[in-house]
Protein backbone atom coordinates (compact mmCIF):
# COMPACT_ATOMS: atom_id res chain seq x y z
CA UNK A 1 0.00 0.00 0.00
CA UNK A 2 1.34 3.70 -1.04
CA UNK A 3 1.46 6.23 1.45
CA UNK A 4 -1.60 7.17 0.91
CA UNK A 5 -3.93 4.84 0.69
CA UNK A 6 -6.59 4.89 -2.06
CA UNK A 7 -9.65 4.97 0.40
CA UNK A 8 -9.02 7.91 1.30
CA UNK A 9 -10.36 9.10 -2.21
CA UNK A 10 -13.37 8.23 -0.56
CA UNK A 11 -13.64 9.73 2.65
CA UNK A 12 -12.20 12.82 0.97
CA UNK A 13 -14.51 12.88 -2.08
CA UNK A 14 -17.79 12.30 0.34
CA UNK A 15 -17.14 14.83 2.62
CA UNK A 16 -18.32 17.59 0.17
CA UNK A 17 -21.04 15.41 -1.81
CA UNK A 18 -22.43 15.08 2.16
CA UNK A 19 -22.40 18.38 3.21
CA UNK A 20 -24.33 19.68 0.26
CA UNK A 21 -26.36 17.17 0.03
CA UNK A 22 -27.26 17.45 3.64
CA UNK A 23 -27.96 21.47 3.52
CA UNK A 24 -30.17 20.26 -0.03
CA UNK A 25 -32.38 18.36 1.26
CA UNK A 26 -32.77 19.66 4.69
CA UNK A 27 -33.61 23.12 3.04
CA UNK A 28 -36.60 21.21 0.93
CA UNK A 29 -37.71 19.67 4.15
CA UNK A 30 -37.53 23.42 5.90
CA UNK A 31 -39.85 24.38 2.87
CA UNK A 32 -40.36 28.19 2.18
CA UNK A 33 -40.02 29.78 5.09
CA UNK A 34 -36.19 28.91 5.05
CA UNK A 35 -33.95 31.12 3.09
CA UNK A 36 -30.40 29.95 1.84
CA UNK A 37 -29.47 33.11 1.03
CA UNK A 38 -30.00 35.16 3.83
CA UNK A 39 -29.77 31.99 6.73
CA UNK A 40 -26.93 29.69 7.76
CA UNK A 41 -26.51 26.08 7.56
CA UNK A 42 -26.93 25.82 11.42
CA UNK A 43 -30.81 27.02 10.79
CA UNK A 44 -31.24 23.53 9.25
CA UNK A 45 -29.65 21.81 12.06
CA UNK A 46 -31.56 23.40 14.81
CA UNK A 47 -33.50 21.91 17.53
CA UNK A 48 -37.14 21.98 16.42
CA UNK A 49 -36.23 22.17 12.05
CA UNK A 50 -37.80 20.05 9.75
CA UNK A 51 -34.77 18.58 8.48
CA UNK A 52 -32.83 18.33 11.51
CA UNK A 53 -31.73 14.92 11.37
CA UNK A 54 -30.57 15.11 7.89
CA UNK A 55 -28.27 17.86 8.53
CA UNK A 56 -27.31 16.81 11.76
CA UNK A 57 -26.40 13.53 9.93
CA UNK A 58 -24.62 15.49 7.25
CA UNK A 59 -22.06 17.39 9.78
CA UNK A 60 -21.39 14.20 11.83
CA UNK A 61 -20.89 12.50 8.45
CA UNK A 62 -18.34 15.25 7.37
CA UNK A 63 -16.90 15.37 10.85
CA UNK A 64 -16.07 11.53 10.18
CA UNK A 65 -14.80 11.74 6.25
CA UNK A 66 -12.36 14.86 7.93
CA UNK A 67 -10.97 12.28 10.36
CA UNK A 68 -10.93 9.51 8.52
CA UNK A 69 -8.71 11.91 5.61
CA UNK A 70 -6.51 13.15 8.61
CA UNK A 71 -5.30 9.82 9.58
CA UNK A 72 -4.58 8.37 6.13
CA UNK A 73 -2.90 11.54 4.00
CA UNK A 74 0.52 10.58 5.51
CA UNK A 75 2.19 12.45 2.67
CA UNK A 76 0.91 15.60 4.88
CA UNK A 77 3.14 17.74 7.17
CA UNK A 78 1.70 16.09 10.85
CA UNK A 79 0.66 19.96 11.55
CA UNK A 80 -1.71 19.71 8.67
CA UNK A 81 -3.02 16.16 9.44
CA UNK A 82 -3.55 17.31 13.15
CA UNK A 83 -5.21 20.90 11.99
CA UNK A 84 -7.65 18.44 9.49
CA UNK A 85 -8.46 15.77 12.37
CA UNK A 86 -9.36 18.79 15.31
CA UNK A 87 -11.63 20.12 11.69
CA UNK A 88 -13.10 17.43 11.38
CA UNK A 89 -14.04 16.70 15.29
CA UNK A 90 -15.57 20.41 15.63
CA UNK A 91 -18.01 19.50 12.78
CA UNK A 92 -19.16 16.71 15.35
CA UNK A 93 -19.02 19.41 18.08
CA UNK A 94 -20.96 21.54 15.94
CA UNK A 95 -23.54 18.91 15.14
CA UNK A 96 -23.86 17.78 18.85
CA UNK A 97 -24.26 21.52 19.85
CA UNK A 98 -26.89 22.58 17.45
CA UNK A 99 -28.52 26.20 17.97
CA UNK A 100 -31.95 26.77 20.01
CA UNK A 101 -34.85 27.30 17.47
CA UNK A 102 -34.68 31.25 18.39
CA UNK A 103 -32.14 33.04 19.20
CA UNK A 104 -28.17 32.07 18.82
CA UNK A 105 -25.82 30.01 20.88
CA UNK A 106 -22.44 31.39 22.04
CA UNK A 107 -20.93 27.21 22.34
CA UNK A 108 -22.38 26.53 19.19
CA UNK A 109 -20.74 29.53 17.63
CA UNK A 110 -17.34 29.70 19.37
CA UNK A 111 -16.95 25.71 18.32
CA UNK A 112 -18.11 26.52 14.53
CA UNK A 113 -15.45 29.73 14.49
CA UNK A 114 -12.60 27.03 15.75
CA UNK A 115 -13.52 24.84 13.02
CA UNK A 116 -13.55 27.26 10.38
CA UNK A 117 -10.03 28.40 11.39
CA UNK A 118 -8.81 24.81 11.60
CA UNK A 119 -9.72 23.95 8.03
CA UNK A 120 -8.88 27.22 6.90
CA UNK A 121 -5.39 27.06 8.34
CA UNK A 122 -4.69 23.13 7.10
CA UNK A 123 -3.59 23.29 3.92
CA UNK A 124 -0.85 25.79 5.35
CA UNK A 125 0.20 23.38 7.92
CA UNK A 126 0.36 20.38 5.82
CA UNK A 127 2.43 21.90 3.39
CA UNK A 128 5.67 20.53 2.35
CA UNK A 129 8.87 22.38 1.30
CA UNK A 130 10.37 19.71 -0.50
CA UNK A 131 10.12 20.40 -4.33
CA UNK A 132 9.37 16.90 -5.20
CA UNK A 133 6.35 16.93 -2.96
CA UNK A 134 2.68 16.34 -4.50
CA UNK A 135 1.43 19.24 -6.07
CA UNK A 136 -1.01 20.53 -3.40
CA UNK A 137 1.45 20.09 -0.55
CA UNK A 138 3.89 22.81 -2.02
CA UNK A 139 3.90 25.95 -0.42
CA UNK A 140 2.25 28.09 -3.06
CA UNK A 141 -1.13 26.23 -3.88
CA UNK A 142 -1.56 25.60 0.02
CA UNK A 143 -1.13 29.19 0.87
CA UNK A 144 -3.51 30.04 -2.39
CA UNK A 145 -6.27 27.62 -0.94
CA UNK A 146 -5.74 28.88 2.87
CA UNK A 147 -5.99 32.90 1.92
CA UNK A 148 -8.90 31.88 -0.38
CA UNK A 149 -10.98 29.99 2.75
CA UNK A 150 -9.76 32.74 5.17
CA UNK A 151 -10.82 35.13 2.12
CA UNK A 152 -14.41 33.34 2.43
CA UNK A 153 -15.13 33.40 6.24
CA UNK A 154 -14.22 37.39 6.56
CA UNK A 155 -17.04 37.47 3.99
CA UNK A 156 -18.84 35.40 6.20
CA UNK A 157 -18.58 37.51 9.05
CA UNK A 158 -19.04 40.97 7.02
CA UNK A 159 -22.23 39.37 5.83
CA UNK A 160 -23.39 38.15 9.23
CA UNK A 161 -22.74 41.56 10.86
CA UNK A 162 -24.52 43.67 7.82
CA UNK A 163 -27.45 40.64 7.58
CA UNK A 164 -26.99 40.66 3.87
CA UNK A 165 -26.47 37.07 2.85
CA UNK A 166 -23.81 34.95 5.45
CA UNK A 167 -25.79 31.84 4.30
CA UNK A 168 -24.34 32.25 0.23
CA UNK A 169 -20.93 33.04 2.21
CA UNK A 170 -21.08 30.04 4.38
CA UNK A 171 -21.55 27.67 1.89
CA UNK A 172 -18.80 28.63 -0.36
CA UNK A 173 -16.57 28.50 2.51
CA UNK A 174 -17.67 25.29 4.10
CA UNK A 175 -18.15 24.03 0.15
CA UNK A 176 -13.98 25.10 -0.14
CA UNK A 177 -12.87 23.85 3.54
CA UNK A 178 -14.96 20.21 2.34
CA UNK A 179 -13.42 19.86 -1.05
CA UNK A 180 -9.68 20.78 -0.93
CA UNK A 181 -8.74 17.15 0.80
CA UNK A 182 -10.28 15.28 -1.59
CA UNK A 183 -7.92 17.62 -4.23
CA UNK A 184 -4.88 16.99 -1.81
CA UNK A 185 -5.66 13.16 -2.10
CA UNK A 186 -6.17 13.17 -5.55
CA UNK A 187 -2.45 15.20 -6.38
CA UNK A 188 -1.13 12.70 -3.79
CA UNK A 189 -2.07 9.45 -5.87
CA UNK A 190 -1.42 11.06 -8.74
CA UNK A 191 1.68 11.52 -7.76
CA UNK A 192 2.59 8.80 -6.42
CA UNK A 193 1.57 7.07 -10.05
CA UNK A 194 4.08 9.18 -11.56
CA UNK A 195 6.64 8.40 -8.76
CA UNK A 196 6.27 4.63 -9.48
CA UNK A 197 8.38 2.34 -11.01
CA UNK A 198 8.59 2.54 -15.13
CA UNK A 199 8.83 0.05 -17.99
Do not use: N
Not at 61 to 82: F, K, P, S
Not at 85 to 98: I, M, W
Not at 100 to 120: D, K
Request: contains cysteine; glycine residues 12%.
Amino acid sequence: MGLVPKWTLLSSGCAPVLLVAGWVIAARLEGPAYDPVSQTISVLAAYGAAGFWVMTGALLALGACHLLTAWGLRLAALAGRVALGAGGATAVAVALLPVPSSGGSLRHGSVAAVGFALLAVWPLLAADRDGAAPWALRPRPAMAATGLMCLGALWFVVEMRQQGAPGVAERLVTFMQSLWPFVVVVSCLRHADGAGPRG
